[in-house]
């Protein structure tokens, strides 16, 4: 699902002029009865003229924000980047990202103090490197949402690779037993 997220997003970002959604989370993923993902609600999204687009809504759901855009600094589709970043986390720990937090406090957390998420000693290194390579502080070092998708890819081959070794695995268990 996390593929289709970052391809419909890599879509957005390559429409000529690119779209900046400036509100990724979760509650903006569109599920359909075949598990295909579309990205909803672009009530804050802008077409990109310039370089960088500015934030003087002050409109947007701060636990996904990315810091430049809790400043209120220019910003572009690395911002979406740092979202996807924190839609990730969710997905591996199955939990509120900053749950503990009022939206003030995420603000001067996240903008000013360039805290993170606690990433658990549990997550997969390789997802959690993806996750952390979406949170980097300085937004143009973020990858795009196409090198993210090269990573989500071979992923997902690996992870495909284990599922099929441990299923062999068992079979063989159950052949030896019967």
């Given at each position: 699902m996390?593929?289709l997220?970052?391809r419909?997003m890599?879509?957005?970002?390559?429409?000529?002029?690119?779209i900046?959604h400036?509100?990724?989370?979760?509650?903006?993923?569109?599920v359909?009865?075949?598990?295909?993902?579309?990205v909803?609600?672009?009530?804050?999204?802008?077409?990109?003229?310039?370089?960088?687009?500015?934030t003087?809504?002050?409109?947007?759901t701060p636990?996904w924000m990315?810091p430049e855009v809790?400043?209120?600094?220019l910003?572009?589709?690395?911002?979406?980047?740092?979202?996807?970043?924190?839609?990730?986390?969710e997905?591996?720990?199955?939990?509120?990202p900053?749950?503990n937090?009022?939206?003030?406090?995420?603000?001067?957390?996240?903008?000013?103090?360039?805290?993170?998420?606690?990433?658990p000693?549990?997550?997969d290194?390789?997802?959690a490197?993806?996750?952390?390579?979406?949170?980097?502080?300085e937004s143009q070092?973020?990858?795009s949402?196409q090198?993210?998708?090269?990573k989500?890819?071979?992923?997902q081959?690996?992870?495909?690779?284990?599922?099929q070794?441990?299923?062999?695995?068992?079979?063989?268990?159950?052949?030896?037993?019967?």
């Amino acid at each position: 699902m996390v593929l289709l997220q970052a391809r419909g997003m890599n879509y957005l970002h390559h429409c000529n002029p690119p779209i900046v959604h400036r509100d990724l989370k979760t509650s903006n993923l569109l599920v359909d009865k075949n598990w295909t993902v579309k990205v909803g609600d672009f009530g804050l999204s802008r077409l990109k003229h310039e370089t960088y687009l500015t934030t003087k809504t002050g409109k947007g759901t701060p636990q996904w924000m990315a810091p430049e855009v809790l400043r209120n600094e220019l910003s572009n589709e690395k911002a979406d980047v740092y979202s996807f970043g924190v839609i990730l986390w969710e997905l591996a720990t199955q939990k509120i990202p900053w749950d503990n937090l009022n939206s003030m406090q995420v603000i001067g957390a996240v903008g000013f103090m360039d805290q993170r998420l606690e990433i658990p000693k549990d997550v997969d290194p390789q997802w959690a490197a993806i996750i952390e390579s979406c949170w980097l502080s300085e937004s143009q070092s973020r990858p795009s949402f196409q090198e993210l998708m090269e990573k989500l890819k071979d992923l997902q081959k690996q992870y495909t690779i284990q599922f099929q070794a441990t299923r062999a695995n068992k079979a063989d268990t159950i052949q030896k037993e019967l």
